[in-house]
């Protein structure tokens, strides 16, 4: 069964240093999503692509985060400087075409900063 | 505002009864509504989902009901099986200009089935 990869699994990073997610989709997926899971909270989006383009990044905080799926498959989402409120867990999804109904999601990246 | 509600944050059951889970929301044009079960350390995994436009959807030991005058749905699983112990976030699709498939999670109810 096709799956939504991701890594690392685990992260932990000082405060001010910069941290890099990696995501590729299911094959074929061309619409792909980041979430942010706090603690006792549910996942909140950050961004969504639909192949290469941005369609939504209303909630990334951009002074700091930064996404990019250049070749419209796998995607990066990077933070810099990382401080302690970004610890969470990160979430790639993936959905077949814009409408589709159903995001997959991978095993996600916890990410903790001290 | 949390447009997607689970206002029970846990829930324990005994093994072979009956697990319902509930969610309440308040936009109206929420199209399609997903529920996911998610292990710790892992990320949620799709069970089942329900279009608006109908009531109930069912998919083995696990079924959906969408009441959309009340604006809630809930989550049935008949048996419960020790394995079903999980957090389980219902989410609903979001409709935004056409643009964006961004999906609206609640907090999420922590299921403990009871051997």
């Known amino acids: 069964e096709a799956e939504v990869a991701q890594s690392p699994r685990y992260k932990i990073t000082e405060k001010s240093q910069a941290v890099a997610f990696w995501c590729d989709p299911i094959s074929g997926h061309a619409t792909l999503y980041w979430y942010r899971q706090i603690l006792g909270q549910g996942p909140e989006l950050l961004v969504q692509?639909?192949?290469?383009?941005?369609?939504?990044d209303s909630q990334l905080p951009k002074d700091r985060f930064s996404a990019e799926r250049l070749k419209g498959v796998d995607s990066t989402l990077k933070i810099q400087p990382a401080e302690l409120g970004d610890s969470a867990m990160y979430l790639c999804?993936?959905?077949?075409?814009?409408?589709?109904?159903?995001?997959?999601f991978g095993p996600g990246t916890r990410l903790l900063v001290l | 505002d949390q447009q997607v509600k689970q206002n029970s944050p846990s829930l324990s059951v005994q093994e072979g009864r009956i697990s319902i889970l509930n969610c309440d929301y308040t936009n109206s044009m929420f199209d399609y509504f997903l529920w996911y079960k998610k292990y710790p350390a892992e990320g949620p995994t799709f069970l089942i989902s329900?279009?608006?436009?109908?009531d109930k959807n069912e998919d083995g030991r696990f079924t959906v009901f969408l009441n959309k005058s009340a604006k809630h749905l809930s989550l049935h699983i008949v048996p419960s099986q020790p394995g079903d112990s999980a957090v389980y976030f219902c989410?609903?699709?979001?409709?935004?200009?056409?643009?964006?498939?961004?999906?609206?999670f609640g907090t999420g109810t922590l299921l403990a089935v009871q051997p």
């Open positions: 989410a609903a699709r979001g409709v935004s200009g056409g643009a964006t498939n961004k999906l609206i």
């Open positions: 999804a993936s959905s077949s075409g814009q409408k589709g109904k159903t995001q997959y």
């Open positions: 329900i279009s608006s436009i109908k």
């Open positions: 692509f639909q192949d290469e383009s941005v369609v939504d």
